[in-house]
Each structure stands twice: as C-alpha cells, then as structure tokens.
C-alpha cells in the first residue's frame, strides 16, 4: 500500500517533458502504422487472388510496407523512450524536432522513389539489385530510397547524440549508466534506472548499426551514379544486415521501456535496475550485434565460425529476454492485485508477443533448419509475431495510456473487444505465416501458385482483424487527445 | 523435417503463451515467493544446458558439409535475371549431387523443391562467388528449382525443373 502510495507521489512531481512533440509522433506513428497494414492486406488478398495486383505494384508496396513499417516501428519506439528517459535527464526539445523533420523528410522522398520512381528493390536494398532492376525503374528512383534513409539516419544520429550526451552529463559515463556498478558489485548512490541502462545500450548498438548502414548506402549511391564503381556484393549484404537488423531491434528494446515505466503504476512495485538486469543489458548490447549473421546462414562462402556465431547468438539471445525481461514481468504481475485495462493489457501482452515470437526465430537460427525454412514465410512468420504482439502493442499500450487519465478503470466492453480482437487476429495471422513456411512457401513472391491460395486466404481474413482494431486504437487515441487538450 | 520443426515450435510458442495467461491470472493470488529467484537461476542453467546440447547435436556433422565421395557428382547451375541454366537435365537417383551455382547479375536464392512443392534444400547465389550445396536424391521424378531471394520485378516467375532418372547398377 505504502509502496502504491509512494509511487502516486512520485507520479505527480515527474515532469512530462515534451509531451506534445511525443504526442504528435505517436499519432504520426498509429496513421501510419494503419497505412502500411492496409498495404499489407492488400499483399495478402493479392496472394491469395482475391484481388489483381501487377507483380510491379506489389514488389512496390512490399518495399513501402517493409520500409514504412521498420521505420514506424522506430520512430515510434523512440519517441517513447525520450518521453521516459525525460523524467530521468533533461533532454533538448529542439532535436527531437529536427529528428522528427529529418525522419519526415525521409518518408517524402522514399514514399516519392517508390510510388512516382517505381522503385520496388525491398527495404533491404540489396546491393546490387537497386541498380539493376531489370527496367523497372531508374538509377534516379533508386538513389531518392537511399537518399531518403539517409536522412532518417542523420535524423537518428542526432536523437542518440543528444540522448548520450545528456546520459554522460548526469551518469558520469556510459559505462556507469550501463550498469557496471552494479555488475561489479561497487556501491553506486545514483543507480541507473532501468530506462536509462536500455538508452545507453541502444545509443550505443544503434549508433553504430546506423553508421554501417550508412557507409554501404554512401557506397550503393556511388555505384548508382559511377558504373564503373564495383563493391563486394557479400560484404555490402554483412552491412545491409547488421544495420537492418539492429536497426529493427532497436525499436523493441526501445519500445520496452514503456513496460518498465509504465507497469509499476499498476503492480505498486518499481521495476529496479539490479545486477541480474544490468547483465542482461550488457549481453543484449553484444548479441545484438553478433546475431546478424544468422541471416546469412545460406551464404555458404561466409566464414564457417561466422555462421556458427550466428546459430548459437540466436538462441542465447533468447536467455535474457526470456529469463530476465518475460520472468520478471511474471514477478511483478503476480499477486499484484492489479487491474487491467486497455494500457496494461497491451503491455503485458507485448512482453508475451516478443518472446513468444523468438522461438520460431532461435529455431530458425539452426543451419540445419535454415535449409529449408530460410526465406519462406517462415521468416514473416516469426517476425511479424514480435512485431504486430510485441513492437506495436507496446505502442498501443502506450498511446492508451497517453489518454488514460488519473483513474485505472477495468477494460469497458468495446475496449475489451478490440483487445481479443486484435490478439485473435495477429495470432491467427503469424500463425498461418508458420504453417506457409512449413509448407515451403517462398516469401516475397508476388504471384502465389493454386496450392498455396488456401493459407493466403485464411491470412487476408485474419489481417482484416487487425486493421480494423488498429483504426479502433488509433481513432481512440485521437479522439480522447482532442476531448482532454480542448 | 518441416512439419516437426512446426509442431516443436507451436508447442513451445504455446508453452509460453500458456505461461503468460496463468502468469496475469495469478494476478489476484498470492506474491511470489522466495524462492523465486532460485527458480530462475534454474531457467538459465536449463536453457543454457538445452542450447549447448543442441548446438552440439546440430552442427555436427556440418550442415553445409559437401560430398566428397567418388559416385558425387557436380552439377553447374547459372542464373540471371529472370532464368536458370542447368548443365544436367537428367539427374541420376542415389548419388550424392554436388549444386555448383553462379548469378551474371544480382543475388539469387536457389531453392530445390519436389514436384509437390516441397523445399528439400537451398544455397543462396551471390555475384561474384560460386556457391555450393549437397543432396541426394532418393526418388527419380521432376523436381523444380524456384528462387528464394528477391531479385526483382519477375522473381516469382525464376523457375526450371530437371529429371531424376533411376539408373541400373
Ligand atoms: C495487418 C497487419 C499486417 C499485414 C496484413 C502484413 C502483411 C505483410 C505481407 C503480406 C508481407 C509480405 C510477405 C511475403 O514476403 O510474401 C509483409 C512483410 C513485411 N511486414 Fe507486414 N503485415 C502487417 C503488419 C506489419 C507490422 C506491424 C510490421 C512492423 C512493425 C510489419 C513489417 C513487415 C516487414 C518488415 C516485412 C518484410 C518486407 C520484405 O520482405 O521486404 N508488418 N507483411
Ligand atoms: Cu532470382
């Protein structure tokens, strides 16, 4: 009780830095998040003949879906870690608006390369496809798409200068913030709450997957414009995923500290940095970069330690946050009499998504599984369960709580109905995504063959689920947003 | 193997969720216990112990592992966009094949699927390397070759066959 009291006290004197510039981001974040699952059910129905859709068109909205989506993801899990770390250390307002411009300006051009210039070469660019695409589009629509992730990445850059800056300037040092006093046991008066234990990682893993990202961009763009200018095409693919996969990452792990920051108002009990957590930190901030290369399990000309790296990392990872992230959201849930509405519910359910979607992940992290799963849909399988239960519901959860107001209510009947609804649809959804793996359906393929109509059908229906609770939550939002500033 | 690395990871994935569900049932019941901590360190040496066997157990032997014996033989694959080329269109039954495969322009995924449409192996095509995969067919028939990396406007339409014939020892 005293602890419940405690932390209502604690509430009222945390500043809420920047809300607005937050608040805006977040309903940038849910219109396009709702777009880009528009998009997709447009692919879905497209694979299962429902609708017609020329192989051009729909390499292009995968590309848009593919891009929009880790970009959203992004964007939005950093617009929440801000809002949280604010009430740790003063952050400026006036780069969280360049970024936010530098991130706008990014979707201009590559919503302009996809659908004025036609550029269908996946988010992924893969080096050299961008500048050989068969006529469909031209050297000019495939350098705006980089030129746009350049300045989303400049964007971000700026975002964790600032954020490490100000965590240097109040923690002494990175080091410091990353929990080493506590690993090492040294008696440390001003601990790092865990907010700030996960901004140092991901300043410090994503700064450095963007800086690669980069440097392969500059080189694809050189290659565009200077024909002669050769680049390895494995190494370019080693960068491509290391940057595209700690890229995505990132949004997770910075989407989670709305879990820490958030739950305890709920469970009475504060989520504590301690030894264990700082652990668990520090092996995120290695494995995340190490386990890149299981998506290069196919590559066989690699390094044969590399690929075994890969396999191994893929399952380690799967200690921290099962072990420490999943185990402690069941320490602090039980028994704590809380109650569970909206804002919760989302939380605790994205917790159970993200580790419940790295099982099919770490499976197929095996080489020997690889074989026969790697790029099928398998793979959209595994990542959309972290990502649709995981990555958005954290956001959702989020924005729900945004809105929430001073009283935690029990869920009303349409929130309720939303929630099943749209954790019976994105459940429905990557389930049929696994069974279409099983079944050794490729991804990525515009055209699908008779046999495999049934599974895309089924997955169209699902996805119906999910874009219409997501127009719940989002219209939600906005509208509560309107009522409490007007 | 597919359908068992479904039903492994459905069972696991429900495992979990069903560990969650009980988890925000037990909201309403007691606090954990002391011992909870223990329990966890219990967590990690299982986990730990699980992952050393099976990687142990599934990398050796090595996946990528070729055929070296004297019945393998090679078969050449070269690719582009939007075709492959195969040097052997009549493929004998039993003997290991060795895919030797190569792409004149962007990266390509060859993907080797029975006539039923089941992947039974794959090794992704890079420029500039030549890039080599294992298999041994048991039964002859028509079996298909499919690209499983994205390589542009006509990717889904990447697609050749060849024959596995039986032979007389
Ligand atoms: C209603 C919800 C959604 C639907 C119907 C949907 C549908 C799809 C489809 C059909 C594909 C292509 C599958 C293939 O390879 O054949 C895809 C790929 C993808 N989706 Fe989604 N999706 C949804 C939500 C999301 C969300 C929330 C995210 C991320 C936050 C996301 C991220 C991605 C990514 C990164 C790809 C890979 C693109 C590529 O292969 O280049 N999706 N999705
Ligand atoms: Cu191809």
Known sequence: MSAVSELVAEKSIVTEPQAGAVKLT???????FALMMVFGLIMRAAQGQLIEVDPALFYQLLTAHGAGMVGTAALSGAAIMWYFCGRHIVLTAGIFWAFLALFLLGVVLILGSIFIGGYGGAWTFLFPLPAMSGGAWEAGAAAAFMLGYVSIGVGFLLYYLELGRQIHARYGSLVRALGWNLILGREDKNPPPPTIVAAAAVTIFNSIGIILGAAVLVASLVHLLVPG???????????????????????????????????????????KSNRLFAIAWNAVLIFVMAVYWHHL????????WMLVVGQLVSYFSGIPLIAVTAFSTFLYVRGSKMTWDLTSSLLVLSVAGWAVGSIPASIDGMISVNKVMHNTM?????FH?????????????????LVRGKTIAQMSGLDRVAFVTYLAGAAGFVTVFLFSGAASIPRRW????EEWLMHDRIGTLFSVLIVMTTLFFVLRFVLRLGRSNG | MQPIVLLISLILMAALSLVFWLATRASNGPEPGPNANSKRAGLIWAMTIVGVVVAVGSLRPWPHALASTDDAITVSI????????????????????????TTEDVTHGLGIYTSDLRLLTQVQVIPGYTTEVSYTFEEPGTYQVLCMEFCGVAHQDMVNEFEVVAVEE
Request: no cysteine; charged share 10%; proline share 6%.
């Open chain 1, 26 to 32: 977040m309903i940038l974040s849910g219109a396009v």
């Open chain 1, 229 to 271: 200018f050769e680049v390895n095409a494995l190494l370019a693919k080693n960068l491509i995923y290391f940057f595209g996969h700690v890229f995505i990452n990132a949004s997770i792990y910075m989407a989670v500290t709305a879990v820490y920051e958030i739950l305890p108002e709920y469970t009475g009990k504060p989520w």
């Open chain 1, 297 to 304: 399990l196919q590559d066989v000309v690699m390094p044969p």
């Open chain 1, 378 to 382: 398998w793979v959209p399988g595994h």
């Open chain 1, 385 to 401: 369960t972290y990502l649709l239960l995981g990555e958005v519901a954290m956001a959702f959860g989020f924005m729900a709580w």
């Open chain 1, 446 to 449: 515009a055209v699908h063959y």
């Open chain 2, 78 to 101: 070269t690719s582009g966009q939007w075709w492959w080329d195969i040097d052997t269109v009549e493929i004998p039954a039993g003997r290991p094949i060795n895919f030797s495969a």
